[in-house]
T-cell receptor, first 112, second 115 residues
Framework: DQQVKQNSPSLSVQEGRISILNCDYT??????FLWYKKYPAEGPTFLIS?????DKNEDGRFTVFLNKSAKHLSLHIVPSQPGDSAVYFC???????????FGGGTRLMVKP | GAVVSQHPSRVICKSGTSVKIECRSL??????MFWYRQFPKQSLMLMAT?????????EQGVEKDKFLINHASLTLSTLTVTSAHPEDSSFYIC???????????FGSGTRLTVV
């Protein structure tokens, strides 16, 4: 049972345009959500997070939106840059513990 | 910022041997560390939660006798893959909760190849 899903395995965007990466979850006990960026053969690096009490968090070119009723979150990157090309994972944490549950990842390719 | 060092980054071993992977928190103390495994083009799968001074908690389906975890200090957790088989070949990543607002810090990962 996959509790965190990223239904798009890949996304291709032109440089300068907006990239929108989506993530759905099923567990209503998740209270904190994170986005990570990962390059091949490297560990994930933290990008941005959002608490379940908020619906939006912005940090520079990155904005995360949370729709609790739909159990959906999205990461917006604008403007997209070629250096943003990587695999993006969303992750969720439950109130009971501190472990993360990851989505399957979306490979973003930003074309110059 | 919080840094987690993972070593080695790449290792090749023969079937039947054991391999130890180290995960160190360099500038903070981590009472809890996590070990993940990633198969090609797949997500990060949590293998176990490593608790300093106590036994690790393994996820369902992960053999605790095969993947030995030791968290002897607040800055070091080790994962030992015992009697390695080719199917153990994978990318292993550790992470630690640095208790900073920006979430968990990950090591750079270890590519294990068992031949």
């Amino acid at each position: 049972d996959q509790q965190v899903k990223q239904n798009s395995p890949s996304l291709s965007v032109q440089e300068g345009r907006i990239s929108i990466l989506n993530c759905d979850y099923t567990n209503s006990m998740f209270d904190y959500f994170l986005w990570y960026k990962k390059y091949p053969a490297e560990g994930p690096t933290f990008l941005i997070s959002i608490s379940s009490i908020k619906d939006k968090n912005e940090d520079g070119r990155f904005t995360v939106f949370l729709n609790k009723s739909a159990k959906h979150l999205s990461l917006h990157i604008v403007p997209s840059q070629p250096g943003d090309s990587a695999v993006y994972f969303c992750a969720a944490r439950g109130r009971a513990g501190n472990m993360l549950t990851f989505g399957g990842g979306t490979r973003l390719m930003v074309k110059p | 910022g919080a840094v987690v060092s993972q070593h080695p980054s790449r290792v090749i071993c023969k079937s039947g041997t054991s391999v130890k992977i180290e995960c160190r928190s360099l500038d903070f103390q981590a009472t809890t560390m996590f070990w993940y495994r990633q198969f090609p083009k797949q997500s990060l799968m949590l293998m176990a939660t490593s608790n300093e001074g106590s036994k690790a908690t393994y996820e369902q389906g992960v053999e605790k006798d095969k993947f030995l975890i030791n968290h002897a200090s607040l800055t070091l957790s080790t994962l030992t893959v015992t009697s390695a088989h080719p199917e153990d070949s994978s990318f292993y990543i550790c992470s630690a909760d640095s208790r900073q607002s920006w979430g968990y810090t990950f090591g750079s990962g270890t590519r294990l190849t068992v031949v």
